[in-house]
């Protein structure tokens, strides 16, 4: 279904689904329908339904047992592996808030997310136990080891298992998502029951077509809210079964899609160049993909089409954040996509356009900033009142992302208001940069940062990675994109590197590239 930005939620009619009051409500019914199908996968290690719905019922005993109330905070600080979901299900089912977090967080950034979110008890992974452990002693969080399928009965002595959700209402925090924090400390976006169980449900259905026969590539971190929603929470909606990879690798991931028979990947830009490079690709059976999905940050044209060639299957982009659970838009697959847009708005969900003073912007009428309402927008930022007025200062959830939308509703991101580069007055987009980088057949990552600049406030920089072996020099790159580019858009200066900074979902980080010291 095709929605029209200026249409409202009173005029669309979005599927009426009575929202579960309570997230594991779902695992609680597909383990009744589906007890004996397979639920979570990592290598030789497989959960049935029935036996992942068994392990989270006596986790959630567990937790009651150490004090665990419903409302109570439970952090979860694991990799990929069949405990997230276990434990994950187990904090939801006794009615516990989870609070997801990077395990590569350091102890002082640790005590943050404990000491703001309040939580009384952290699930964490054996080798991020020491960082983990120092802050809990400063905050008081209670610090329990997690092996592959949970924590042993001596780490979290067992309590009476909890088979059904703890009474919890539909508009009740079920997940505190720390965003990125590019401007300041991270905040806790509070995603209710009803925000995760709808966006989930709309993903599977609306955008993958996912039914039990599914077998979903689960390379996203579970900690991040597009592998907690559109894989873990969608595959428990229809009973899928999701193959876990503890970290990215593009040949583990490769190997994974031919043993297990994958017919949905989910990933980010960066995971699907990376497959694309890597040399098993020739020789890997890819035949079971179906579909493909991307999200996080912007696709290259070029990306899309090489990925769809090699892979035959249809990649889908679209688009989300922490606060909008997270999807918000996609390109559907009963349309034709539009390579470089992040699609339509989906059910439940409307999004517009407005400028600076707050007035919208028409579809062909230029560059807005996003704005997001529908029943996927967060409760607020936790224990933030000031901060979540200002962010949704009218129901409407300001998105910092700066975009155009066509008369058909498809909407094209240009770049987020924080990035814009000013050069000499006029607005310099990193993305439409970039894309013009990615088009070279020689470079593989790009990004495009303000360098400051005496003359013109602002120059245009940019950092490649070259591909291994190329004869390419920055000089050429300099001059392919000054041939490509408006004459105040090209990069005057451009440096190369063996990587580029990344975050935990492998999403180039801009804010973390930085232009050598000239001289």
């Given at each position: 279904m095709s929605l029209h930005p200026r249409h409202h939620l009173h005029d669309i009619p979005f599927p009426q689904e009575a929202p579960l009051s309570h997230l594991a409500g779902n695992l609680v019914a597909t383990a009744a329908a589906h007890p004996d199908r397979t639920a979570i996968k990592l290598d030789d290690l497989s959960l049935t339904w029935s036996q992942l719905h068994e392990r989270a019922a006596r986790a959630a005993g567990a937790l009651r047992a150490a004090g665990v109330e419903p409302g109570d905070r439970v952090a979860l600080i694991l990799p990929n592996v069949p405990a997230y979901p276990v434990l994950y299900f187990g904090a939801l089912l006794a009615g516990a808030i989870v609070v997801p977090m990077n395990p590569l967080l350091k102890a002082n950034e640790v005590e943050y997310y404990f000491t703001d979110s309040g939580a009384k008890v952290a699930l964490v992974w054996e080798e991020f136990v020491p960082e983990a452990a120092k802050a809990g002693e400063r905050t008081g969080t209670r610090v329990v080891t997690s092996g592959v399928l949970g924590p042993s009965d001596e780490d979290l002595p067992p309590g009476t298992a909890i088979t059904e959700p703890t009474p919890r209402e539909a508009d009740d925090t079920a997940v505190i998502l720390y965003t990125s924090g590019t401007t300041g400390r991270p905040k806790g976006a509070e995603l209710t029951h009803r925000n995760l169980d709808l966006n989930s449900l709309r993903s599977a259905e609306t955008i993958m077509g996912m039914t039990?026969?599914?077998?979903?590539?689960?390379?996203?971190?579970?900690?991040?809210?597009?592998?907690?929603?559109?894989?873990?929470?969608?595959?428990?909606?229809?009973?899928?079964?999701?193959?876990?990879?503890?970290?990215?690798?593009?040949?583990?991931a490769l190997e994974v899609i031919e043993r297990d028979t994958v017919t949905i990947f989910e990933g980010v830009p960066t995971m699907y160049a990376a497959m694309l490079h890597n040399p098993a690709v020739e020789t890997t059976d890819k035949s079971s993909l179906r579909v493909c999905i991307s999200g996080g940050s912007a696709l290259p044209g070029d990306t899309l089409r090489a990925f769809e060639a090699t892979f035959g299957c249809r990649l889908l982009e679209g688009y989300g954040l922490s606060e909008t659970s997270p999807v918000a838009s996609f390109n559907l697959p009963d349309r034709a996509s539009?390579?470089?847009?992040i699609g339509v708005t989906i059910p439940g969900c409307e999004m517009k356009l407005i400028d600076v003073a707050g007035n919208d912007v028409p579809a062909g009428g230029g560059i807005g900033e996003i704005a997001i309402r529908g029943d996927n927008i967060m409760k607020g930022y936790w224990g933030k009142p000031e901060e979540t007025a200002t962010a949704i200062p009218d129901g409407w959830f300001r998105s910092g992302d700066l975009a155009t939308v066509d008369e058909e509703g498809f909407y094209t991101i240009v770049d987020r208001k924080k990035d814009m580069i000013i050069r000499g007055g006029m607005n310099v987009y990193p993305r439409e940069v970039e894309e013009v980088l990615y088009a070279h057949p020689d470079i593989l990552e790009a990004a495009v940062v303000g360098v400051p600049d005496e003359m013109m406030g602002e120059e245009v920089g940019a950092a490649v990675v070259l591909r291994t072996g190329t004869e390419t020099t920055l000089a050429d790159v300099q001059a392919y994109v000054k041939e490509n580019l408006a004459a105040y858009k090209y990069p005057r200066r451009i440096w190369q590197l063996g990587e580029l900074p990344k975050g935990p979902t492998g999403k180039i980080l801009r804010r973390e590239v930085h232009a050598p010291q000239e001289g």
């Open positions: 039990t026969e599914d077998v979903i590539m689960g390379c996203l971190p579970l900690f991040h809210v597009f592998g907690l929603t559109c894989g873990l929470n969608a595959a428990t909606q229809v009973g899928a079964t999701l193959t876990l990879i503890p970290r990215f690798d593009p040949a583990k539009k390579p470089g847009t």
